[in-house]
Every structure is written in C-alpha cells, then in structure tokens.
C-alpha cells in the first residue's frame, strides 16, 4: 500500500508535484500516467524518500520509507537504469547491493534467472544495451523480494519481445498480492498492464480511475457493401446513431449480437463487425488537456 497525502515539491519557480493525493492497493498494477514533466518521476522520488516534499507525505506500507528497518525488503524501485557502476559485473552489481542492504546473497542468482541476465551475468554493466539495464535494474528492484514496487517507465528501452516479457511479469507480481506503480506517458502501453489509472498533468491530479472506465465501448463497426440499405434497418429497429461513410456504418444503441440477427434477417452482405472502444490516446488527450 502507498498513500501520497497532499504532495507538493517546488524547484525554483517550477511547481513539479502539485497538492497530489492518491493511493495505491496491493494486488492491482496501478499506472501513473502523464505527459512529460508531469512530476511523475518526482513523485515516484519523494515516495522513496529520495527527494523531500515542500508539502504533504507519501507512506509506504503505513511508514516512511526512511522509517522503515529494512527499506530494499519493504520497496523495489527502478528509477534510472543507468545507474550501475560501468565496469562492475552484473552479479557483483546485485552482490554488493545484497551485502549491503543485509539480503540472502543466494538470492542473486535467482533474480538474474528471473530476469533473464544469467548468461550475461558475468559482463561488466558498462556495455549493456538499455534494454539490459533495464533488466538488472528491475533484479535490483526485486533483491529484496519486496511487496511494493515503484518502476519508473520500465518499458524503455526494450525491444517488442521485452516489452511482453515485462508486462507479463509485472503482471505477475501484482497477481502475487504486491503493490505495483508504474509510470508511463503512454495510454495505451499502460492500459495494457495497468487496472487502475492514476493520471497526472503538470503535478496535478486528472484521473483516479480504470483501464475499464476509460476505455468505454464506442459503437460498432460495420462494414457491407449494402451499407445505406442496411442503416436503414438498424434505424427501424432502434439504432440510435448510424453514420453511413462508404461501405462503413458505426452503430451506436444496438448490441453487436442484434446487428449480426439483423443482418441475416434482411440477407446483407457483411465484411466487418467489430465492438469499438474509445481511443485511449484520444480519452488520455482529453484528460490532460
Ligand atoms: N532536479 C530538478 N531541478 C529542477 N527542476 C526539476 C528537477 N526535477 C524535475 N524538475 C522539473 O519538475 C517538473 C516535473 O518533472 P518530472 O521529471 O517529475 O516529470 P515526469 O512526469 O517524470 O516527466 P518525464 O516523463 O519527462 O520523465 C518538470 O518541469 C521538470 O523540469
């Protein structure tokens, strides 16, 4: 559980967190979205105790961070990938972080495997591509085994077949009864791993909601060459609002189940059928406008 109570930071004249209140439940990815700038990442910082608030307080697990005995057992974070000595191997990498943060060194080796850097364990992290930084970024978030995890745009930087692995895993750890945030200036790569949505624009609060509450069903799409004949029909039959354009039709107040009966009834010719949901990147655009 995280609860950020009225959070505000300033640098100079710039407000980056703005009066910000939301909380994040275990066992659900909550997304925390933004356009650049947002204060994402400046939120992400003061929860980790990392940066100090001008105003509020965010708590994890009931504490601050910095009240916490064991914070790596508490907290994974992954901020910035970068942030790896060049020359020292990936598995010194983790070794040191395990000695010095008091974690089973065993536990090492499992991260690495539960990552997938095993076989590149023993490189030195100066000559990762970012999409492996990425990856021993997130074994460091998970040394600790910790029930909250903070991952700040962890899709960066990783190819199509990371970008799966990833959402499958955060997925996982979320399934596993951990509190899971992370953050993202992309609606539709959060919708597809996120279940709640907390979005942010200019360090203030726009959205608490869900994948589900914004991305509403639209209408439905078909596609006939009888397409005017067809509208007409549905009109008769209590379709609300049917746009004829060409060979399509979006109809809106007629389930996708009614249009298909309707259609075999009258014998229409149809090419497509299809349920539409709103754009997220359209709904997202909205609610940071
Ligand atoms: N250390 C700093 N010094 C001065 N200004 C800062 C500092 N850190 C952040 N800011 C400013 O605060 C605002 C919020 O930045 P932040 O990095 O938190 O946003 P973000 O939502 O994470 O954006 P992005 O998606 O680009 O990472 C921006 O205007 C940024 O320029």
């Not at 364990?121 to 990762?128: E, K, P």
């Not at 060459?225 to 049917?242: D, I, K, N, Y």
């Amino acid at each position: 559980m995280i609860e950020v109570t009225r959070l505000s930071k300033r640098y100079g004249d710039v407000v980056a967190v703005d009066d910000l209140t939301f909380d994040v439940k275990p066992g659900a990815v909550t997304g925390f979205l933004g356009p650049n700038g947002a204060g994402k990442t400046t939120t992400m910082r003061m929860i980790l105790g990392l940066d100090a608030p001008h105003a509020g307080q965010a708590r994890v697990l009931g504490a601050r961070l910095a009240d916490l005995p064991e914070p790596m057992r508490a907290v994974g974070a992954l901020l910035d990938a970068g942030a790896v000595h060049p020359r020292r191997s990936a598995r010194d990498h983790l070794r040191c972080l395990a000695v010095s943060n008091r974690l089973e060194p065993r536990r090492v080796d499992e991260v690495l495997d539960l990552v997938g850097l095993t076989a590149a364990a023993h490189r030195h992290a100066g000559g990762f591509s970012l999409g492996m930084k990425q990856r021993l970024g997130l074994a460091a978030a998970l040394l600790g085994d910790p029930g909250v995890l903070i991952l700040d745009e962890p899709v960066n930087g990783l190819d199509p077949e990371g970008i799966v692995w990833i959402r499958t895993l955060i997925r996982g750890l979320a399934a596993e009864g951990r509190t899971v945030l992370v953050s993202s200036h992309l609606m539709a790569e959060t919708a597809v791993t996120a279940d709640r949505l907390i979005v942010v624009a200019r360090g203030r609060l726009i959205a608490d909601t869900t994948v589900e509450a914004v991305a509403r069903p639209d209408g439905v799409l078909v596609r006939t060459p009888e397409a005017r004949r067809f509208a007409q029909v549905l009109v008769t039959h209590g379709a609300s609002g049917v746009e004829p354009a060409g060979d399509e039709l979006v109809v809106r107040g007629l389930a996708v189940r009614r249009i298909g009966e309707l259609a075999a009834a009258e014998g229409v010719v149809l090419h497509e059928l299809t349920p539409r949901r709103a754009s997220l990147e359209e709904a997202f655009m909205e609610l940071t406008r």
